[in-house]
């Protein structure tokens, strides 16, 4: 798994992608998620079996940052903007679990070479968003903790909804640098609103084997 944080080109982007209810983080940074599982055998597959894979971007907001269990780093609170997942049965639990309608898409990883890593994002048949890094293979930490996400929902009346899901995970910590972003969304998708620059501004990268548990609505704004 590889989570990307970066600074899109436009600044107030990630206002305009919040909940009027929540508030971006002051660092504006929007969080990048790609990752793809090719042994099922390493799942739970959430009642299905077989490959699965995620991508999603997800806004950082303020007043709900966790600590590491080692108290040596913090997460900040993310905001699904956008979701997008593979398997069906992750899409079912999704939504069963805390409300989260997530799209249909896949990632595909690739090494062209030793210590590079392609990772691409499919959406209807083709490629929106494209990274291309430079990754170790030595655990440098593990470290736990949980982070705080938000998604919206249907409530009653369909009024929208926020809720705030709780998701523990432990993770073994490799290195890595984030050479590239190609962000190839049609210019009238929304996640276009929230490209980096041709030249990216990431400002951090978490990259290793990371183990989650199934999330647990926390609360409900």
């Known amino acids: 798994m590889m989570i990307i944080g970066y600074r899109p080109a436009d600044p107030a982007a990630a206002r305009r992608a919040l909940p009027s209810r929540l508030e971006p983080h002051p660092d504006g940074v929007v969080l990048l998620n790609l990752w793809a599982a090719e042994d099922p055998g390493r799942s739970s597959g959430m009642g299905t079996y077989g490959r699965l894979s995620c ?33 069906a049965g992750m899409r079912s639990f999704a939504e069963a679990s805390c ?24 959406v209807d048949g083709k490629v929106v ?4 890094s430079s990754v170790g293979t030595e655990r440098l930490a593990t470290i736990g903790g949980h982070l705080n996400y938000f998604t919206t929902f249907a409530g009653p009346d369909d009024r929208e909804q926020i809720a705030r899901v709780a998701v523990p995970f432990v ?40 183990t989650w548990a199934p999330f647990t609505v926390a609360e409900i704004l």
């Open 55 to 87: 991508g999603y971007i997800a806004p950082e907001v303020s007043g709900y940052d966790t600590q590491t269990s080692d108290g040596n780093a913090t997460g900040h609170g993310r905001f699904f903007t956008h979701h997008w997942l593979e398997s």
């Open 99 to 122: 409300g989260n309608r997530a799209d249909i898409g896949y990632v595909q990883q690739s090494e062209p070479r030793p210590g590079e890593l392609v990772q691409e994002l499919y």
């Open 129 to 132: 968003v494209r990274t291309t």
């Open 171 to 210: 993770a073994d910590v490799k290195e890595a640098q984030v050479k590239s972003i190609e962000w190839l969304f049609d210019a009238d998708h929304p996640a276009a609103a929230l490209a980096p620059s041709s030249d990216p501004d990431v400002a951090s990268v978490l990259y290793g084997d990371i």
